[in-house]
Structure formats: C-alpha cells, structure tokens
C-alpha cells in the first residue's frame, strides 16, 4: 500500500511539471507577442482617444516699449506684436455615444469601440469690438480617423484647415456678443475614451455632459468624476455629468469593458489543475478502497494523461474558436478518455458513475470557476469542503490499519 501511495504521489508530481510548463507556455504565447498585435489593432482601429474643449482665439497687436542708453541718453523703442488672447467659454453641452466591438488577436481581446462625439459650445466677446476668432479643435488621438467632421458657428459651417494637431475654423464675432460652436465627428478607439476640461485644474461653466453606451459593464477609471445621474437603457447606459461652475484637476472618461481573456484564463486554469487532480485521485483511492477495487498506478497514470490532455487541447483551441466553446469540447474529450478506459480496467457502472461524475465536478466544474470573477476562489473551497464532508461521513466507520492490511495480504481480482 505504501508503495502505491508513492507511486501515485510520482504521478502526481510528474504531471504538475507538467501543468506547469503547459502554462508558462500559455502565458508567454498570450503576452510575448502582446505588444505586437496591440500595434496593429491600433494602426488598423485606432487608440486610446483623450479630447480636449476647443480653443476660441484672436488675433490683437500690442505695442511693447523698450528701453536702451546711447551716446549717455535714454532711448525709448516701441514695437507692434502680434498677440492671442482666448474669448471665455460661458457653456459646455456635450453628447458622446459609444458602440463598443472588441476585436481578438492571438489570444486576447482587445476592446474597440466606436465613438460619435457632438459638442456645442458657447463663447462670448467680451472685448469693445469685432473679432476674427480662430476656433480650434484639437484631436482626441493621431493615430485615428475621423469621419463626417463638421465645425459650425451660429449655424453656419465654416471652412476648415487641418493638420496633424487638429483643426482650425475662422468666424467674425461681434462685440459684446456669443458666438455658437458645433463640432462633431465619427471616430474610433481602444481601451478608454477621456475628456479633460483643460490643462491642470480647469474651470467650465454651465457644463453638461451626455454619454451614451452600449454595454452594461461600465467602469471608471480613479482619476476621473464620476456622473451626477445614471439611467439604464436598453442595451447599456445613458449616464450624465452635469455642473454650474466646476472647478477640478479630474477628467471625465470611461474605460472599456474588456471580454473575458482566454489566454490568461487557460494559463491559470492550467496553473490550478494540480489542485483538480489531486481531489480526484484522493477521491478516486477512497473509492476503490471502499469498493476493495484494484487500480494500478498505471491506471493513475492514464487518468492523469486523460486530466492533461483537457488542459493541453483547451489551450490550442482557444485560438481558433470561442474560449466556452473550447471548454465544452475539451471537457468532451477528456471524460470520454476516462469513462472509456475505466470500462475495460474496472467497469461500465463504476467508470459513468463514480469516475465520470467526479471528473465533471473536479476538472469541468472546478475549470468553470475561473469564469466566475471575483468567486474562483470560493467556488472552489465550496467544492472541497463538501469532498471532505462527503469522504469524512463515508470513511467515518473504517479501520484504516485494518483495510490497509488486508488489502496488502490478500490480492483482489479485477472487477472487470
């Protein structure tokens, strides 16, 4: 007997190499050719995008005088230049709408959305005269697109110059009066959407901003405000900041749900299946014990192998189809494996029913709790404590040192 329990803790050992290198194996797939795939999703999709309120500017000449000594005298020299002073934003109304589509490379998922931003402003000329006033929009991101952009004051589009920073309308603002700025545009991004109300800690006047998505998993990252009002709508949120005359260094943003990882999650499923194992031939040597049923540690070797073969077909399928497809199917695989080699060595009953239902609880169901976030580890100590309670009520009346001994004095014949 002794023999037989070194021999299964060999196995045990062996295979958890085995695991282990299996999942270094996940991990470095998943995250060495991370940084790569990360850059084509943002030359073909877009980044991260962070937009800024626009800029309302014009153009004044201010005389600077100067003054230098020569021959013994003092000489006074003047100079026209050329100056930029910014006209007040009196009120922020912003509406932005996310269609969030993540897209998979190797094996993560990356999360791109799509993004319709419109913004109207108010800024008022608080000089005694008209102004040429420059509006300028500076882009949310370089490396992105930008579809049906219009830029429109008091109604009226505008030309626009663009460069690689933004782009620039020009409109004549009167004295004294409010000029109405539309911006808007179609764009596209990854991982997280910012707006900054200004460089540091910024000011904004009667500020409302409307954000809409299309998914419920709304999360907001620590350096940013929270909205005053939320209301669910179907398909995601509708969500509001709206204040009077704020003052903060905080921006408002919102970053992206990201879809469950099926590299990362096959990697630490791999890490763990040494746990799944060992219930199951702790399990396993309890029944057969019971039953005075002979199982070699050859016959451990092939469960184990069958216990494995899940772990390694889960990791290559995960490529090509869905992580919860590959799951079902890799769980396939592997019970068959058991059921249909305890057949021949033990028994039809014993392989469907004592066999088959614990493989399901200790590798497909303990495997499907790390699809549980936030529960995995719960999930799994439920599961062992009710093993141990289970094993505890069963073994409750055997004498160990007896059962022992005539399993080693007396050979038994194979129930098959």
């Not at 509406?95 to 109207?120: C, E, I, M």
Request: charged share 15%; proline share 4%.
């Amino acid at each position: 007997m002794l023999r037989q329990i070194l021999a299964l803790a060999f196995i045990f050992v062996c295979t958890s190499i085995a695991w282990v290198i299996l999942g270094s194996t996940i991990f470095s797939r998943t995250y060495g050719s991370n940084e790569q795939l990360q850059g084509h999703v943002a030359s073909t999709w877009g980044t991260a995008q962070q937009q800024l309120p626009p800029a309302a500017t014009y153009t004044f000449t201010d005389v600077v005088n100067s003054t230098t000594v020569e021959n013994g005298k003092v000489v006074v020299h003047s100079e026209n230049v050329q100056r930029q002073a910014p006209l007040p934003m009196e009120a922020s109304r912003l509406h932005v709408n996310f269609h969030l589509t993540p897209r998979q490379k190797g094996l993560l998922w990356y999360s791109t959305y799509a993004v319709d931003f419109a913004g109207d402003y108010t800024f008022r000329n608080n000089t005694e005269k008209a102004q040429t006033v420059d509006f300028r929009l500076k882009f949310p991101a370089q490396k992105a697109m930008y579809d049906a952009l219009e830029m429109k004051v008091n109604e009226q589009a505008v030309g626009l110059t663009t460069d690689d920073q933004g782009t620039v309308g020009q409109a004549t603002v009167a004295p004294g009066q409010t000029a109405s700025l539309h911006v808007g545009y179609r764009s596209q991004g990854l991982d997280c959407w910012r707006y900054q109300l200004g460089d540091g800690i910024a000011q904004a006047r009667d500020f409302m901003l409307t954000m809409q998505t299309n998914f419920r998993d709304i999360d907001f990252a620590d350096d940013t405000l929270s909205p005053t009002s939320k209301q669910l709508i179907p398909g995601g949120w509708q969500l509001t900041w709206q204040y009077s005359n704020l003052v903060s260094g905080f921006q408002i943003g919102m970053t992206m749900p990201a879809k469950l990882q099926p590299g990362p999650l096959a990697g630490e499923i791999s890490y763990a299946a040494p746990v799944s194992l060992f219930f199951f031939f702790f399990l396993m040597f309890i029944i057969t014990t019971l039953r005075n049923i002979d199982l070699h540690p050859m016959n451990y070797f092939f469960l184990a192998t069958a216990f494995f073969a899940f772990h390694l077909l889960l990791a290559y399928l995960v490529d090509h189809i869905s992580i919860h497809a590959a799951m079902v199917l890799a769980s396939i695989i592997s019970v068959a494996l058991v059921v249909s080699y305890l057949r021949l060595v033990v028994g039809l009953r014993f392989a469907a029913l004592e066999a088959g239902t614990a493989q399901l609880i200790y590798l497909v169901l303990f495997s499907y709790a790390f699809f549980w976030k936030g529960f995995t580890g719960l999930a799994i100590t439920i599961i062992a404590i009710i093993t141990l309670f289970v094993v505890m009520q069963a073994t409750g009346r055997i004498r160990w040192s007896e059962r022992f001994a005539a399993r080693a004095r007396v050979p038994v014949a194979n129930a098959g």
